[in-house]
């Protein structure tokens, strides 16, 4: 089995940044992609943002284009998220996820291993 682990959430006032971050262990495969998605409360679960296994390709929802970054260091087998410019409607539990292969899905049912998620709480 996966363990995904998310750290990095917290209390930050718009405009702020913070950097989550997800470190598996366990299982592992030889290619897979990584994920970041987030819940509000009363709100289904989105897609934000995915990396290929390289770091060559990613993906982002257009509402975090410009302002997230994703990236992965497979040497310590993290996956990061750099949030800058965050904006109160950005407020959430964020998840990282991981499948196997090179695709780059952004329904949540792709993916097959879960974190327990970080909360985010941007202030206006």
């Known amino acids: 089995q996966v363990q995904l682990v998310e750290s990095g959430g917290g209390l930050v006032q718009a405009g702020g940044s913070l950097r989550l971050s997800c470190a598996a262990s366990?299982?592992?495969?030889?290619?897979?992609?990584m994920a970041w998605f987030r819940q509000a409360p009363g709100k289904e679960r989105e897609f934000v943002a995915a990396?290929?296994?390289?770091?060559?390709?990613?993906y982002y929802t257009d509402s975090v284009k410009g302002r997230f970054t994703i990236s992965r260091d497979n040497a310590r087998n993290t996956v990061y998220l750099q949030m800058n410019s965050l904006k109160p409607e950005d407020t959430a539990v964020y998840y990282c996820?991981?499948?196997?292969?090179?695709?780059?899905?952004?329904?949540?049912?792709?993916?097959?291993?879960w974190g327990q998620g970080t909360q985010v709480t941007v202030s206006s």
């Open positions: 996820a991981r499948r196997p292969g090179a695709l780059l899905p952004s329904l949540p049912t792709e993916y097959k291993y």
């Open positions: 366990g299982r592992t495969f030889n290619i897979y992609a």
């Open positions: 990396v290929s296994w390289s770091g060559d390709s990613t």
